[in-house]
């Protein structure tokens, strides 16, 4: 499996983005997705997941701020982030092939990740 997210940039603070993740490769529909983030001198965090069956979850930080879609037809997985800070500058990255449980995310496939930049 293949992943490559775009959508990053320079984002004011209060504003919103859209991150996507297009997928190639076997993928399976019933496997779950996520996003995750890792800013300068801190360890990756979990932004959001979404299962084949469109359960999601989300990292305490971004709750009621961040929405992850997914479209099971084109594979794709999307972050749809509002209300920005600069606390959310990071690079972003897509997962998939969850090799763990829903409890306990394991991905074993990632992208090379999208920078977003809150500042203004």
């Known amino acids: 499996v293949q992943l490559q997210a775009s959508g990053g940039g320079l984002v004011q603070p209060g504003g919103s983005l859209t991150l996507s993740c297009a997928t190639s490769?076997?993928?399976?529909?019933?496997?779950?997705m996520g996003w995750y983030r890792q800013a300068p001198g801190r360890q990756r965090e979990l932004v959001a997941a979404?299962?084949?069956?469109?359960?999601?979850k989300y990292g305490e930080s971004v709750k009621g701020r961040a929405t992850i879609l997914r479209n099971p037809l084109q594979n794709t997985v999307f972050l749809q982030m509002k209300s920005l800070k600069p606390e959310d500058t990071a690079v972003y990255y897509c997962?998939?092939?969850?090799?763990?449980?829903?409890?306990?995310?394991?991905?074993?496939?990632w992208g090379p990740g999208t920078l977003v930049t809150v500042s203004s």
């Open positions: 979404i299962t084949g069956g469109g359960v999601t």
């Open positions: 997962a998939a092939d969850n090799m763990g449980d829903w409890s306990h995310l394991k991905f074993g496939s």
């Open positions: 490769g076997r993928v399976s529909n019933f496997n779950a």
